[in-house]
């Protein structure tokens, strides 16, 4: 199973919104409603932002949301804050019980 | 509270074994599947594999196939990952990781534990 392919680094300035691809295939991302982001900061265990596409965990601020067409989701922030700033990967179900995470990708906030 | 509290640091030579563990609270163990997640130095996120404590069911990611091996005891609520003869690129942190709401997603990991394999 391969990496999903996310951009290594995306920016924004605060109170922007910026979004985040994470593309699969149709065994992956596309196949399945199991995409979930998660937040990891520098020293700290990742966070999960976004589960099933779209839905938000309890305590998760709702200018998260995520989003799915075709082989490609999406993390989505709005308003964008400085402690948004952090390592971003997306993950995807790719069938016989498998995962696989994105590679990653590096939102600075300007 | 859910919690997983994974075992120290440690520093090992290449050909050595090691079993490390993660101790869980807070929800009923034999029910969740638990994931490991390796994170090499200034890399990325690799889903390694999982175990359901409750029968011992195993998937492994297939580059870590033979690499590793997942247990879990029930009786004290920890689950295990074994590394028969460590090499150098083993050294990474490593996560444990609930995998929760059905098993369809990741919802609490615990803090780590780094491996250093060093001649």
């Known amino acids: 199973q391969s990496a999903l392919t996310q951009p290594a680094s995306v920016s924004g300035s605060p109170g922007q919104s910026i979004t985040i691809s994470c593309t699969g295939s149709s065994s992956d991302v596309g196949g399945y409603n199991l995409v979930s982001w998660y937040q990891q900061k520098p020293g700290k265990a990742p966070k999960l932002m976004i589960f099933?596409?779209?839905e938000r965990p309890s305590g998760v601020s709702d200018r998260f949301s995520g989003s799915k067409s075709g082989n490609t989701a999406s993390l989505t922030i709005s308003g964008l804050q400085a402690e948004d700033e952090a390592d971003y990967y997306c993950s995807s179900h790719v069938g016989d019980s498998i995962w696989v995470f994105g590679g990653g990708t590096k939102l600075t906030v300007l | 509270e859910v919690q997983l509290e994974q075992s120290g640091a440690e520093v090992k030579k290449p050909g050595e074994s090691l079993k490390i563990s993660c101790r869980a609270s807070?929800?009923?163990?034999?029910?969740?599947?638990i994931a490991w997640v390796r994170q090499m130095p200034g890399k990325g996120l690799e889903w390694m594999g999982m175990i359901f404590p409750g029968d011992s069911d195993t998937r492994y990611s297939p580059p870590f196939e033979g690499q590793v091996a997942m247990s879990a005891e029930t009786s004290t609520a920890t689950a295990h990952l074994h590394f028969s003869s460590l090499k150098a690129a083993d050294t990474a942190m490593y996560y444990c990781?609930?995998?929760?709401?059905?098993?369809?997603?990741?919802?609490?990991w615990g803090q780590g534990t780094l491996i250093t394999v060093s001649s």
């Open positions: 990781a609930r995998q929760g709401f059905g098993g369809n997603s990741i919802d609490y």
């Open positions: 807070g929800y009923s163990f034999s029910t969740h599947w």
């Open positions: 099933e596409v779209t």
